[in-house]
């Protein structure tokens, strides 16, 4: 094995959290919480990762509201859950006890089709405008966030992170990107504010270094906060790669111990952050909205642009980022082979995550440490990722074929 592969597979600290290798499960959401609660159909997707080797795996999609949630079978992090989640991190530990256990904080923001409101009437984001994922099911628009909303907001992540460090989470990500609430702030595209809260770049990241500031002192200074961030969101007038730079370098001095760099958005263009085949396909066989699966069929092809997938797809901007902050550096973006991790390992970066590739073989890490030569096989088809609200979540279609 050589030098940097050795690296990836040896001990390391994410802030002062003690991991036994370089490589983290990555946040997906993946629709596996029926009625908003987490159960064995979660806890078994994590069961396999975790026994694969991996370092941590991340719970994603873990929201701080129930109005929070971009549909109603989206878990929330609140005190009827509480039991559902410490359960959760004791079986995962149980499973291995050296393993580490994230939680991803997302708010949906103004990118709702949740039906099952609890303390709105529509979803709320930074900026009134029309809801399209909400359309179909009756909401086609989002309201702007008054003071007390983002306050409200505030409190809610506050809440959320310190009920995730009780259950037994050891480290919290807060999701700044891919067009949910947070980023919605930070976007110039879907921020059109005259208050505070919009305008300069300074006054777009408030609300992100609020919610921030109110992690950490919900988990105190030791419990490591990882940051996914856009570097850009891939449309017309949304967030670049220049302003993104800035934006690292706010978080980093607000205190984020670790960065994650992704690109695109969930909203406008999301095969940004995906890569190799489009999504529309997928979604449409699984949709069962009729509304949404014409809908679909119409604007699909637009919506999911075509990105030929390649390895590595994000290093060259996030080598960039990385020269600009003193936090600690997390890749993501087409690592999947182990030539791959090498070249990750040897830019400086300090973690590796990964998604479809764990999807498509849990026991990744034992894999590589056992076979220099071993080959993934995920052909980022992503079909895994229009499952999300299939009957029983994601999985790797690959290897329901090779079974």
Request: aromatic share 8%; with cysteine; glycine share 10%.
């Amino acid at each position: 094995m050589s030098e940097y592969l050795d690296r990836a597979f040896s001990p390391a600290s994410l802030g002062k959290l003690p991991l036994k290798n370089r490589i983290l499960k990555a946040a997906t959401y993946e629709g596996k919480t029926p009625d908003g609660v987490p159960g064995d159909l979660l806890l078994d997707s994590h069961k396999a990762v975790v026994a694969g080797g991996t370092a941590m795996t991340t719970i994603g999609s873990c929201t701080p509201e129930a109005d929070g949630r971009i549909n109603d079978q989206m878990m929330w992090i609140h005190e009827g859950n509480r039991a559902p989640l410490a359960h959760l991190t004791k079986a995962l530990k149980e499973v291995a006890a050296d393993v580490k256990i994230s939680g991803q904080m997302m708010h949906c923001g103004n990118f709702s089709k949740n039906r099952k409101m609890q303390r709105l009437k529509r979803p709320l984001g930074p900026s009134r405008q029309f809801n399209m994922i909400g359309a179909p099911s009756g909401m086609p628009f989002a309201g702007s966030m008054r003071i007390s909303d983002i306050d409200y907001m505030v409190q809610t992540y506050f809440d959320a992170a310190k009920t995730m460090k009780e259950t037994g989470f050891d480290a919290v990500e807060i999701h700044f990107g891919h067009g949910y609430g947070l980023s919605q702030f930070i976007s110039p595209k879907t921020n059109r504010r005259s208050d505070e809260y919009g305008g300069s770049l300074v006054n777009r990241m408030r609300l992100p270094l609020r919610v921030l500031e109110a992690v950490r002192k919900a988990v105190g200074d030791d419990f490591p906060i990882l940051g996914k961030m856009g570097m850009t969101d891939g449309v017309k007038g949304g967030l670049q790669f220049a302003e993104a730079q800035e934006v690292a370098s706010l978080l980093d001095a607000g205190g984020i111990d670790a960065l994650i760099c992704s690109g695109g958005t969930s909203s406008f263009n999301p095969m940004v952050y995906f890569r190799g085949d489009t999504l529309d396909k997928g979604l449409i066989e699984v949709e069962k909205n009729p509304i949404t699966k014409l809908g679909l069929k119409l604007i699909g092809p637009k919506m999911f642009r075509h990105y030929p997938y390649k390895e590595l797809y994000f290093l060259e901007d996030a080598k960039k980022i990385r020269d600009r902050v003193k936090c600690q550096m997390i890749y993501i973006g087409g690592c999947t082979e182990l030539s791959s991790v090498e070249t990750v390992m040897k830019e400086g970066f300090d973690f590796v995550q990964m998604g479809r590739p764990l999807i498509k073989d849990p026991a990744y890490v034992k894999h590589a440490m056992q076979d220099p030569n071993y080959k993934n096989g995920c052909i980022h088809c992503n079909r895994c990722a229009t499952l999300i609200e299939a009957p029983e979540g994601v999985y790797c279609p690959e290897n329901v074929k090779q079974a």
